[in-house]
């Protein structure tokens, strides 16, 4: 684990992930972890006057309007499935996640689950061919989801796979050809339930943002060549992010197919969303009692709370941001504005605060604030995630525990 320490390896066992592949346990990525740039900050707390009072937060709807792909209304990420297994053996990747907890998901009403996995597990790259054995396993686990009505989401989700780096060589060769192999596999599958993710959160090319956009476009051609009508979800750089959103522009021909959604990811306000985190910025283990939305009393506890110099300057920092209701509002207001303006879908495939920092009723406000925008412009969305360190279930597999408040919070059981 580069540029790792004791502590983030105790913090990752702790939630059964492992450090040396889990890109969320490299702490040397720090500013770029979730495509979020951290601001170069004064170790001083912030005078009070720079704190606006806190805005109301968002009050849950009672009914959900129709949404605009409704198998992608609502969704949760199936994180430690076939990707970062707590048990890696082929019995324990089996049993964590059952068909009764597929069950519970569709009972609790959601619609869809992202399912990631890493590509290298799929593909052999010396014969260039998919390992029939792997993918059969996979695509059982797509199916333990479709034949309860729920749609899941094919997400390569590469972190240890060197020939799907966006940025390396073999990428713009390689990954076409896996994609094209995948989906002619997984293209007698139902195509209003079984969608593709051309790829998770592709970064590191900032002095080359020409490539992403060349290989994703190169990559949708291959996955169309093999599976004409499944959706493709595409996404920008730089994380996923709003802002890798916006600097992309798609092709022609992916405007013409109506049956690509565009993905963004959403984890703003970082410093809140993440404190306690013993992984990515540095700064994120060190920060407590983050508030959400923000007063100048709350702050000031952050600020006392926070004995970390570096740290304590970001707390400053954060207080001069302004993060509420109506903050988030707009941010995801430029996702949206996006979609209109090239005439095409978008979809929130992550967003989630980490259980183990800050105030729970916090949580919720920023969990509530995030989706009902997007319930109201008919977005859908995937929470992260389903039992790691953003939790909504928890317990054994087969004999799960929805998380009521938090799943109320993104609107689970609002259209019932």
Same mark, same amino acid.
């Not at 749609?151 to 060769?173: F, R």
């Not at 007063?295 to 570096?310: L, N, Q, V």
């Not at 920023?366 to 928890?394: C, H, K, M, Q």
């Not at 998380?403 to 259209?415: D, F, K, Q, T, W």
């Given at each position: 684990m580069a540029g790792g320490c004791n502590i983030a390896v105790s913090a990752a066992a702790s939630l059964g992930v492992d450090p040396a592949v889990d890109p969320r346990l490299v702490p040397d990525r720090g500013a770029e972890v *979730?495509?979020?740039?951290?601001?170069?900050?004064?170790? /001083?707390?912030?005078? $009070? @006057?720079? #704190?606006?009072?806190?805005?109301?937060?968002?009050?849950?709807?009672?009914?959900?309007?129709?949404?605009?792909?409704?198998?992608?209304?609502?969704g949760i990420n199936l994180s430690h499935w076939y990707w970062l297994p707590h048990d890696k053996s082929i019995e324990g990747i089996a049993k964590y996640f059952t068909g009764a907890d597929a069950d519970q998901l569709k009972a609790a009403g959601f619609t869809h689950a992202r399912v990631p996995f890493e590509p290298q597990n799929l593909w052999d790259?010396?014969?260039?061919?998919?390992?029939?054995?792997?993918?059969? *396993?996979?695509?059982?686990?797509?199916?333990?989801?479709? /034949?309860?009505?729920? $749609? @899941?989401? #094919?997400d390569p989700h590469p972190n240890t796979t060197a020939w799907a780096d966006p940025a390396g060589e073999l990428a713009i060769t390689e990954y076409p050809a896996f994609w094209r192999a995948l989906a002619g596999s997984l293209s007698n599958t139902d195509?209003?339930?079984?969608?593709?993710?051309?790829?998770?959160?592709p970064h590191g090319?900032?002095?080359?943002?020409?490539?992403?956009?060349?290989?994703?476009?190169?990559?949708?051609?291959?996955?169309?060549?093999?599976?004409?009508?499944?959706?493709?979800?595409?996404?920008?750089?730089?994380?996923?992010?709003?802002?890798?959103?916006?600097?992309?522009?798609?092709?022609?021909?992916m405007l013409a197919d109506s049956r690509i959604i565009y993905?963004?990811?959403?984890?703003?306000?970082?410093?809140?969303t993440h404190q306690g985190a013993a992984w990515g910025a540095a700064n994120w283990r060190h920060l407590k009692k983050i508030p959400y939305p923000p007063t100048p009393e709350s702050i000031a506890a952050a600020t006392e709370a926070t004995t970390d110099p570096a740290a304590k300057g970001e707390v400053n920092w954060y207080?001069?941001?302004?993060?509420?209701?109506?903050?988030?509002?707009?941010?995801?207001?430029?996702?949206?504005?996006?979609?209109?303006?090239?005439?095409?879908?978008?979809?929130?495939?992550?967003?989630?605060?980490?259980?183990?920092?800050?105030?729970?009723?916090?949580?919720?406000?920023?969990?509530?604030?995030?989706t009902l925008p997007l319930r109201e412009w008919n977005i859908g969305y995937a929470a992260w995630d389903y039992s790691g360190g953003f939790a909504f279930f928890t317990g054994r597999a087969g004999a799960r525990t929805l998380n009521v408040a938090r799943a109320?919070?993104?609107?689970?059981?609002?259209s019932k």
């Amino acid at each position: 684990m580069a540029g790792g320490c004791n502590i983030a390896v105790s913090a990752a066992a702790s939630l059964g992930v492992d450090p040396a592949v889990d890109p969320r346990l490299v702490p040397d990525r720090g500013a770029e972890v *979730r495509g979020v740039v951290q601001p170069e900050v004064a170790a /001083s707390p912030p005078p $009070a @006057a720079d #704190v606006k009072p806190a805005a109301t937060t968002s009050v849950i709807p009672t009914t959900a309007p129709a949404i605009a792909e409704p198998n992608l209304a609502l969704g949760i990420n199936l994180s430690h499935w076939y990707w970062l297994p707590h048990d890696k053996s082929i019995e324990g990747i089996a049993k964590y996640f059952t068909g009764a907890d597929a069950d519970q998901l569709k009972a609790a009403g959601f619609t869809h689950a992202r399912v990631p996995f890493e590509p290298q597990n799929l593909w052999d790259e010396q014969t260039q061919t998919l390992k029939s054995d792997a993918v059969k *396993r996979y695509r059982d686990g797509i199916t333990l989801l479709t /034949s309860r009505g729920l $749609a @899941a989401i #094919v997400d390569p989700h590469p972190n240890t796979t060197a020939w799907a780096d966006p940025a390396g060589e073999l990428a713009i060769t390689e990954y076409p050809a896996f994609w094209r192999a995948l989906a002619g596999s997984l293209s007698n599958t139902d195509p209003a339930l079984v969608i593709f993710e051309v790829m998770n959160e592709p970064h590191g090319l900032k002095d080359r943002p020409e490539r992403w956009p060349l290989l994703q476009a190169t990559t949708i051609k291959a996955i169309r060549a093999a599976a004409p009508s499944h959706i493709i979800l595409a996404t920008g750089d730089e994380w996923g992010s709003i802002g890798g959103l916006l600097r992309l522009t798609p092709t022609a021909s992916m405007l013409a197919d109506s049956r690509i959604i565009y993905s963004f990811h959403f984890y703003d306000p970082a410093t809140f969303t993440h404190q306690g985190a013993a992984w990515g910025a540095a700064n994120w283990r060190h920060l407590k009692k983050i508030p959400y939305p923000p007063t100048p009393e709350s702050i000031a506890a952050a600020t006392e709370a926070t004995t970390d110099p570096a740290a304590k300057g970001e707390v400053n920092w954060y207080a001069k941001q302004h993060w509420d209701a109506a903050k988030v509002r707009g941010e995801l207001e430029r996702a949206r504005s996006w979609g209109a303006r090239h005439g095409v879908k978008v979809y929130c495939g992550e967003f989630g605060a980490y259980v183990s920092g800050g105030s729970e009723a916090q949580r919720l406000a920023w969990l509530a604030d995030v989706t009902l925008p997007l319930r109201e412009w008919n977005i859908g969305y995937a929470a992260w995630d389903y039992s790691g360190g953003f939790a909504f279930f928890t317990g054994r597999a087969g004999a799960r525990t929805l998380n009521v408040a938090r799943a109320e919070a993104i609107g689970v059981g609002a259209s019932k």
